[in-house]
């Protein structure tokens, strides 16, 4: 009899996590001993149709748009609103509101958008089936519905986030992680930061690695498509959401150094989100309207991968980058912020340097002026490799375990 296994994460658009969960279904479609169901906990985004065709979604209602596009915010409104309306959960959650509200406060970091996600997972529909194991593949959102909400044999959950950063706490999460079975990191750095907030899970705790597809992505990288201005200076690729966390401004104020010290380069950024006008404002102050350009989301990102010059991805806090995966996958001379050091060998297949705009403009210019250089760091970047069959090992192991 074919295992039962559930997937819910918070929104199926187009980011990082999403595009892992993708691959990891698909290989695991490709075996006949699970029967795979998935739950979006928003009911939205653009990527559902991406699904093998072994994978039932169980959403009663689902809207095959992106939570940055018009409709998709309205549809994102609509389902906050439902939320806050079902199970009394307004007056229900005002003591957790207030409480976890006063700590951000206290603390300042002030993150509305992480206290909004106990409120969802609370309001959203519940499922009458039985699983062997649910997987929580998101933090937020995706764990408490998980942890309190969904009948199971065994939980998992994995954690893409330096948890210590991104704004969660045990208090916002109600302790969830004592309730899985099994708590799946991305990376070493991942696990560590994690361990930090919660030190008792380390027994069932264990990393487990996105899982990319890296004949697909070369394939992809030889279809049409990529940069089309023409442009003969050294060009610059940047791959990630248009938010905070991503730290566009270093990149911006590091633009602005390499024009002022004459290098011709322009910068490409892929991807969309919500702080676009606050950084198309910026690149206008800067100076940089053609040095700096913000291209949007884009369906195949992989041909830009293939024509850059440089891959560039400085962050605050990172857990462990697809962008910069693919980029070495590609063969790209990378250049990272320190909160991605894990990625990267230092001076072996690319540089790691902190987020300032003088060490990483440093950096740029070394590499854009020796193409022997950005070879060899392509030529190491390709060598590293991607493991799954030991990492799967850890769901097989939960699904025999009868403890």
Known sequence: MRKKILFVINTLSRAGAEMALLELLRKLDKEDTYELSLFVLMGQGEMIDQLPPGVRVVNERYIRTSVLEEEGKKQMYHTIRHAAAAHGNVLRLSGYMGHALGHMIKT???????????????????LNETYDLAVAYLEGGSAYYVADHVKAKKKAAFIHIDYTQAGYTRQLDRDCYTKFDAVFPIGESVEKKFLEVYPECRPYTHIFHNVINQETIRRKARNSGGFSDEYDGIRILTVGRLTPQKSYPVAIATMKQLKKSGLKARW????????????????????????????????????????????????????????????????????????????????????????????????????????????????????????????????????????
């Open 108 to 126: 300042k970091r002030i993150q509305p958008d992480k206290l909004l996600w106990r409120m969802i997972s609370d309001g959203a529909g519940r």
């Open 268 to 403: 490409y950024v892929l991807g969309e989100g919500p702080e676009r006008s606050r950084l198309e404002k910026q690149i206008a102050e800067a100076g940089l309207t053609e040095e700096f350009l913000l291209l949007g989301a884009v369906g195949n990102p992989y041909p830009y991968f293939a024509q850059t010059d440089l891959y560039v991805h400085a962050t605050g806090f990172e857990g462990k980058s697809i962008a910069i995966q693919e980029a070495q996958i590609l063969g790209c001379a990378i250049v990272v912020s320190d909160s991605n050091e894990e990625q990267i060998t230092d001076g072996v297949d690319g540089f790691v340097r902190p987020l300032k705009p003088d060490a990483l403009a440093e950096a740029i210019r070394q590499l854009a002026n020796q193409p022997d250089l950005r070879k060899a760091f392509g030529q190491a970047a390709m060598q590293r490799t991607v493991t799954y069959e030991e990492d799967k090992k850890l769901l097989d192991n939960l699904l025999t375990d009868n403890k």
